[in-house]
């Protein structure tokens, strides 16, 4: 029997992900298109086509996407996507198309997607944290997604971890301590060289080849994440914080973060690992949100 398909896409600074994806969140099949260095119009563009391409296979459209969204499908904020400031998301695809369709916030469905078939799957209150460009977060507490009461929860790269910088307002969040981001531009200036010719896998590299000033930053960011972890573990007792994002594949990624918390726990042992899913978590956590706001797409 052909399963039932909805189409899921996940909206990302650099790229959008799509997918076909049946309700058991098995991907049938699955591609990418460039998002023109954020550009909102290229995005829709791209968007537009495929949905018209594949409208008549699916059942419905599920929509991952960075920034402030309301589950009504109103982007406040557009995080790395500008363009989608105070954008109507939802409404602009329903106009076009007729099929239900969900938006959910980028962090949010990779917590989802643990909470459904990952990591989370039988953990009543649990912390993903994503660490990439910036840090992103999603808290699952008392089984359900917590977004807070104007849907800006979990907004971890926003902590003040490491005292204000009145001189350097850019540099007080945890996102501007302990991103990827970060060790690539310490490393940059360091090394007096273009940030954008700097990759956190050169970092990384270095740093596992002894090199004093990656030895540095490296240790700087480590040292940094593991504060803020702390921090989180502190005020929310979770049974667990799962981090996700392409650092993860670091072999060693989880034991060195677990050897820095050694330090700052004081007095409690938070409990971390890796995400389950890693490149396919949004289009799966789409379609986590889908189900659970069309009870019947099952």
């Known amino acids: 029997m052909t399963s039932t398909l909805y189409l899921t896409f996940d909206i990302g600074g650099t790229a959008v992900k799509w ?75 329903e106009e076009r198309f007729e099929r239900p369709i969900t938006i959910e916030n980028d962090v ?23 660490v990439g460009t910036g840090i992103g977060g999603a808290l699952i507490l008392n089984g359900r997604l917590y977004r807070g009461h104007n849907f800006r929860s979990g907004e971890f790269g926003h902590m003040i971890t ?40 050169m970092v990384f590299e270095a740093y596992d080849g002894g090199d004093p000033t990656a030895v540095h930053i490296v240790n700087q960011f480590y040292e940094r994440l593991a ?20 650092i993860t594949s670091r072999p060693t990624f989880i034991t060195e973060l677990r050897n820095h918390l050694s330090y700052v726990d004081r007095a409690f042992n938070p409990p971390v690992e890796t995400c389950h899913f890693r490149n396919d978590a949004g289009l799966i956590g789409a379609m986590a949100f889908h189900k659970l706001s069309y009870p019947g797409h099952r």
């Open 19 to 93: 997918g076909l994806i049946d309700a058991n969140g098995q991907i049938h099949s699955k591609a990418s298109f460039s998002s023109n260095e954020g550009s909102g119009q290229a995005i829709l563009n791209g968007m537009n086509d495929i949905i018209t391409k594949q409208l008549t296979d699916v059942k419905g459209i599920a929509i991952s996407a960075p920034g402030f969204v309301n589950p009504d499908g109103y982007l406040e904020y557009g995080g790395a996507i500008q363009d989608f400031n105070d954008f109507q998301m939802k409404r602009y695809f």
């Open 108 to 130: 949010n469905c990779v917590a989802l997607a643990e909470q459904w078939l990952g990591n989370g799957q039988d953990l009543t209150d649990f912390i993903c944290m994503t």
């Open 162 to 201: 490491h005292g204000l910088h009145k001189y350097e307002p850019m540099a007080d969040g945890l996102s501007d301590q302990a991103s990827i981001y970060v060790i690539r531009r310490k490393y940059a200036a360091y090394q007096n060289l273009s940030v954008k010719d700097v990759t956190g896998e």
């Open 227 to 246: 504060v803020g972890i702390y921090n989180i573990t502190a005020i929310l007792n979770p049974e667990k914080i799962l981090v996700g994002g392409g």
